[in-house]
Nanobody, 116 residues
Framework: QVELVESGGGLVQSGGSLRLSCKAS????????MRWFREAPGKERELVGG????????HYADSMKGRCTISRDNAKNTVYLQLNGLKPEDTAIYFC?????????WGQGTQVTVSS
């Protein structure tokens, strides 16, 4: 079955960086676009950005433009989210997501906490 496992979160000071990973299995990873979302305490889950199946194109939420980069390694079935210039308001659980056969799948998320 489809499984997404995020990792790489942690506690970081304001201005710091983190690289999150999402390891996928159970589907033909190289054929599907992938997306990253985040959910802050008391807020709705929101899109961070996405990447096409080949990695040729990416898109980002306005709030994250210039501060994050999404990439993927199809040989490793892994998508990455590089976060830079982190701010306390970036504190959230970060999830990766795929739509496979019309079903939406989520990982369990990885916590990012940014201290001021």
């Amino acid at each position: 079955q489809v499984e997404l496992v995020e990792s790489g979160g942690g506690l970081v000071q304001s201005g710091g960086s983190l690289r999150l990973s999402c390891k996928a299995s159970g589907f033909a990873f190289s054929e599907y676009s992938m997306r990253w979302f985040r959910e802050a305490p008391g807020k709705e889950r929101e899109l961070v950005g996405g990447i096409t199946s080949t990695g040729d194109n990416t898109h980002y939420a306005d709030s994250m433009k210039g501060r994050c980069t999404i990439s993927r390694d199809n040989a490793k079935n892994t998508v990455y989210l590089q976060l830079n210039g982190l701010k306390p308001e970036d504190t959230a659980i970060y999830f990766c997501n795929v739509v496979w056969r019309s079903q939406v799948y989520w990982g369990q998320g990885t916590q990012v906490t940014v201290s001021s």
